[in-house]
């Protein structure tokens, strides 16, 4: 039994939800969302809460119960208050600025770094080393911010690169003489 797919999920206020067979529409002050259940799941919208349920008792019905609410939940959060990721950059040399819509970054290499955020994503560099991320879905905040990782991921010796703000980065000793 999914112990997340049971909790039902309360609609706030100034947020509309529309339920129209598997199709489910979310409306906030951030934006709009929308997503599509899957067959196995049956999802309600009712007294200003939507409930998930499973259709079947498979366990691929059972495991896209929990799966379904969740994302469905995220959505109803990313309308109302967004999602956010912070990056920072450490190195000498390293620095990230604006360029447009266009996230720019030297990251020790020999050419400049130019990074195109996706729909519904916006970036902000707060401080040259200081990387802002944010949007209405928790899927794309988080793959932008994984790719702009990417591009130097920290490294255990010196502890240079991109990382997320408050990332733990387990240090290893250099050679010895």
């Keep these: 039994m999914s112990r997340v797919g049971k909790k039902p999920i309360p609609a706030p206020s100034g947020v509309t939800v529309t339920v129209k067979g598997q199709e489910v529409s979310v409306k906030g002050p951030k934006g709009a969302a929308n997503f599509r259940a899957h067959d196995d799941v049956e999802v309600a919208f009712g007294n200003g809460e939507l409930t998930v349920k499973p259709r079947h008792e498979t366990p691929r019905a059972r495991a896209l119960w929990g799966t379904t609410r969740a994302v469905i939940a995220n959505q109803i959060k990313g309308v109302t208050q967004g ?43 707060p401080k040259p080393t200081e990387i802002k991320i944010s949007g209405t879905d928790a899927q794309t905040v988080g793959q932008a911010a994984a790719e702009i990782r990417s591009y130097r991921p920290p490294e255990p010796y010196k502890g240079k690169g991109v990382r997320y703000a408050g990332e733990y980065i387990r240090r290893k000793e250099g050679k010895k003489k």
């Excluded at 950059?89 to 720019?104: D, E, P, S, W």
Aim: proline content about 5%; cysteine-free.
């Design 83 to 125: 999602f956010e990721k912070n990056l920072e950059m450490t190195g000498v040399g390293y620095r990230a600025a604006m360029q447009g819509k266009n996230l720019q970054m030297q990251l020790g290499y020999s050419h400049e770094i130019i990074y195109t955020p996706p729909e519904g994503v916006t970036i902000a560099v």
